[in-house]
């Protein structure tokens, strides 16, 4: 038995049938990617930009920032993470950077900070630590975060504002997008 392979002839067709002419299937395609992008940018990674001096000499005014919003869903959040946090007003996000988890003792001496009566190593700090409103020792509640811009002298930070609640974390500052100069990740 001799079985002769299929032939397709011109105008017929491969047996599979377009759902979309060809034209409205590059643009079907185009939409699905915008509207992912769109998905991606509002539940997943965000840009954001420093608007202030409270986390100098770390970031400065003007940077662009890549923010993992879901980096406090999937995990806890961690010392010396920076932080995107909803402000006291809705429209506020303050850019901080988490000092002391829940169950941490916070003190402030000869403007240093301790964590649990250890100093903290804080190359990354800006001028002393001082309490400002805060009555110390300070316990972080559960369910809360402490934090501090680097800025130690030029902060509004959970001295003034009291610990943040962690749900009020909004994201995690990932990486640095400009300037260029400074492109890369963020401690």
Do not use: C
Request: overall charge positive; charged content about 20%; aromatic content about 6%.
């Amino acid at each position: 038995m001799n079985i002769e392979p299929e032939q397709v002839h011109p105008g017929q067709g491969s047996g599979k049938q377009r759902l979309l002419p060809k034209g409205a299937e590059t643009i079907a395609v185009l939409v699905l990617a915008i509207l992912l992008s769109l998905l991606v940018q509002q539940y997943a990674f965000a840009q954001t930009e420093v608007h202030n001096i409270s986390m100098q000499s770390t970031l400065r005014d003007g940077q662009r920032l890549l923010e993992n919003k879901l980096a406090y869903r999937f995990s806890s959040p961690r010392r010396g993470d920076i932080a995107i946090i909803s402000g006291p007003e809705s429209e506020l996000r303050l850019v901080k950077r988490i000092v002391a988890l829940p169950g941490d003792n916070v003190t402030m001496d000869g403007g240093k900070l301790f964590i649990n009566g250890k100093p903290l190593n804080e190359p990354y700090a800006k001028g002393q630590t001082y309490p400002l409103m805060l009555k110390l020792p300070f316990t972080v509640p559960e369910g809360h975060v402490f934090v501090l811009g680097d800025n130690r002298e030029n902060s509004t930070d959970s001295r003034e504002l009291g610990p943040v609640r962690i749900s009020s974390l909004e994201g995690k500052i990932i990486f640095r997008l400009w300037p260029m100069s400074k492109l890369g990740t963020v401690h």
